[in-house]
């Protein structure tokens, strides 16, 4: 039978070196408990401690943050005091992790399989075409269409929403009693995250699943969780059913979250686009070789046109094409065919006119060299492409990094020390140095909380009223195209198949695809937009 997790006053802290002073507080008395086919909600914004206590439980803290007191257990065992063979039984097995970054978590010389037959061997005791049989249903069951294809897939030759499933049919392969969810559905569209959510809530019904689901998302908790724990600061302000926190909510904090979800598609509009082009597509295809997406075109014939001024929102599902399509635009890959004509230039003739379009990436701990101190990285951009003083250089780096909302004391911070929202905020700032003109947001709010998401967002459309900046928001988050978009493109299996006003799209979507995405939207982004959250009762009603 399944046995549920408690962790009780957990305290961590971090020391810089030992002996060097007192040490800083990351967690202080952590409480929270997940029973058998329960399913708990972790929220708060980015570095509050949620993903900090996950890493607590399965005794993977970074070697300079200590567990220092507390107990954290998994039935009858105590895991804060287990060895490093306990835990190693248990993580994968007994426990499943789903991590925000899921390819910075795989081997990039295994395929998908070999990492599946891992698990399937240790914890399932399953081998050959048993495992490989397994491993097939588990990719299906997670939404892949050809999983053949992609078990024989490297992690890089998957977009970000593929590997983030393959990651999940990972997580289950154990079959574990309790699963800890870091932002699990963070890089995928909605019909997908619709889909995982429903296998995760099945598996909580059908076999007791335990699921401790870390999110910034509170739609998807109105919508699937029992319960609420809210963390800032290292703290747990306030925990109830979750009804009771997002309904009657106590604490300063999570009323911010909950009002700042609130991305009302009028409250900042985008100015008005121009006449002119800054940007045009014509029949751009792009494939890559076998092996990666089975040769199918990764787009297909797009044509396309980016006005001067504009917002463009670009939707998709999972390996539809929307980075793709990023990557061509920015330079970084070349089409097959057609061709791509971009903008001439800043207005004001500064910079080459390779800097003229820039592009914020995916994921943000995939951008940044870990073993460079943050300012190296950023600073690398205006010593290539711009003839500045130190001192000028200094000024310019630290005003765009207070324009993205941090502190310029992050500068001489490494990767390793920030959170995944410092750095997608820090990717922005880099990108925004060179002044483009067209700035490309792959993904960009993808791993902020709420609150943060709508700093960004509000960051962007300022930055766009105040200069000449066009935008291209790729994003499965239909809120945020929404609110952000002049217009919004949508592709499908690599094919542009619609192209509307943003009032008109979301009012009458025309193509089959673009209802799905907007239906299976619906659920939650009503539950944040109208203010009432489903409550526990409703959720097997989502259809």
């Known amino acids: ?24 507080p990351v967690l202080s008395g952590i409480d929270l408990a997940v029973a058998p086919g329960e399913f708990v909600a972790l929220v708060g914004a ?32 105590d895991l804060a005091r287990a060895g490093e063979a306990e835990l190693n039984r248990v993580r ?26 891992e698990p399937l061997r240790l914890h399932a005791g399953l081998r050959g075409a048993q495992a490989r049989e ?37 997580a289950l ?34 076999r007791g699943l335990g699921v401790l689901y870390i999110t910034h998302n509170l739609a998807t908790v109105s919508a699937y969780a029992d319960r609420v724990v809210v963390m800032d600061a290292g703290r747990v302000l306030e925990a109830g059913p979750a009804g009771t926190v997002l309904n009657r909510p106590r604490s300063a904090c999570t009323k911010a979250l909950l009002e700042a979800a609130s991305l009302t598609p009028d409250s900042t509009p985008p100015t008005e686009a121009g006449p002119g082009a800054a940007l045009a597509l014509e029949g751009v295809t792009k494939t ?56 001439p230039g800043p207005a004001d003739g500064t910079g080459p006119a390779g800097t003229t379009v820039q592009l914020v990436f995916q994921e943000p701990h995939d951008s940044f060299d870990p073993r460079m101190r943050l300012r190296t990285s950023l600073e690398a951009p205006l010593r290539q492409h711009r003839d500045l003083t130190v001192e000028e250089r200094d000024a310019r780096l630290h005003d765009v990094v207070r324009e993205v909302g941090l502190d310029p004391g992050l500068l001489d911070r490494y990767p390793g020390q920030c959170s995944g929202g410092q750095l997608q ?82 009012a009458d979507p025309r193509h089959e695809h673009s209802r799905q995405l907007v239906a299976a939207a619906l659920p939650r982004v009503c539950a944040i937009l109208d203010s009432h959250p489903l409550p526990p009762e409703r959720r097997d009603a989502i259809a």
């Open 1 to 24: 039978m399944p046995e549920g997790l408690t962790v009780e006053q957990l305290h961590v802290s971090h020391r810089a070196h030992a002996g060097a002073g007192a040490a800083r």
């Open 46 to 77: 980015s570095g509050s401690g949620k993903t900090m206590t996950a890493m607590s439980v399965l005794g993977l803290l970074p070697p300079q943050v200590h567990l220092d007191s507390g107990s954290i257990r998994l039935g009858g065992t």
């Open 288 to 343: 890559y070789a076998r092996g990666r997406r089975g040769g199918r075109p990764a787009l297909e014939r797009v044509t396309l046109e980016l006005r001067e001024g504009e917002v463009l929102g670009v939707l998709g599902q999972s390996g539809s094409g929307k980075s793709t399509l990023a990557r061509l635009i920015v330079g970084l890959e070349t089409p097959d065919e057609g061709r791509i004509t971009r903008a």
């Open 425 to 506: 905020r820090l990717t922005i700032a880099r990108a925004l140095l060179l002044e483009p003109a067209v700035l490309i947001c792959d993904e960009a709010t993808s791993a902020l909380d709420a609150a943060t998401q709508r700093t960004v967002l509000d960051l962007l459309l300022r930055l766009h009223r105040n200069r000449p900046l066009s935008l291209i928001m790729i994003s499965h988050d239909l809120s945020v195209i929404r609110y952000m978009s002049h217009r919004v493109a949508v592709l499908h299996r690599g094919s542009l198949v619609e192209l509307a006003p943003t009032h008109d799209f979301f």
């Open 134 to 170: 397994r491993a097939l249903e588990l990719l299906a069951e997670v939404g892949f269409r050809d999983p053949e294809s992609c078990a024989r897939a490297h992690p890089h030759q998957l977009s970000g929403g593929m590997a983030q499933r393959a990651m999940v049919a990972l």
């Open 92 to 117: 994968g097995g007994r426990i499943g992790m789903l991590y925000q970054q899921p390819k910075r978590m795989f081997n990039p010389r295994r395929t998908v399989l070999e990492h599946l037959r």
């Open 173 to 206: 392969a154990g079959r574990p009693e309790v699963l800890l969810a870091d932002e699990p559905t963070s890089a995928l569209d909605t019909v997908l995250e619709r889909q995982i959510m429903e296998l995760l809530d099945r598996e909580r019904r059908d």
